[in-house]
């Protein structure tokens, strides 16, 4: 996702085992549909590393350091696809919970209003 007109993602590793069953559907993804995401986002650099032995990830680094990784054992080249469209959709901001359902820049001082009020 682009703030202001930048771009958060900044380095895609695709990491894959030549040999192993679960790498079969990254390995199909890069013959199909990798040149084609790389064509579509030129502000991204996808770097591809071979770890045998290991299971396959997609690993994105954003520009303020964060990084996310994703598994992506036995998916199919469409799922990989679609997780790689996330990474680079999301800003790489930490997952915060809300302490409230109810966020407001300036709570009432009485309190959120309910349809169990008594009057």
């Not at 013959?31 to 591809?48: C, G, M, W």
Request: aromatic share 6%; glycine share 6%.
């Amino acid at each position: 996702m682009s703030v202001r007109g930048v771009w958060q993602l900044k380095k895609l590793t695709v990491s894959f085992c030549n040999w192993g069953g679960s790498s079969r559907g990254i390995r199909a993804f890069m013959e199909s549909h990798l040149d084609a995401f790389k064509e579509k986002n030129p502000q991204l650099e996808v770097v591809t590393e071979l770890n045998r032995g290991y299971h396959p990830l997609l690993k994105g680094i954003y520009k303020n350091k964060n990084e996310r990784v994703v598994c992506v054992k036995n998916m199919t080249p469409e799922d990989i696809l679609e997780c790689a469209t996330r990474l680079r959709n999301s800003q790489g901001r930490k997952v915060l919970k809300l302490k409230t359902r109810h966020v407001t820049k300036h709570p009432s001082v009485q309190g959120t209003w309910t349809t169990a009020l008594k009057m």
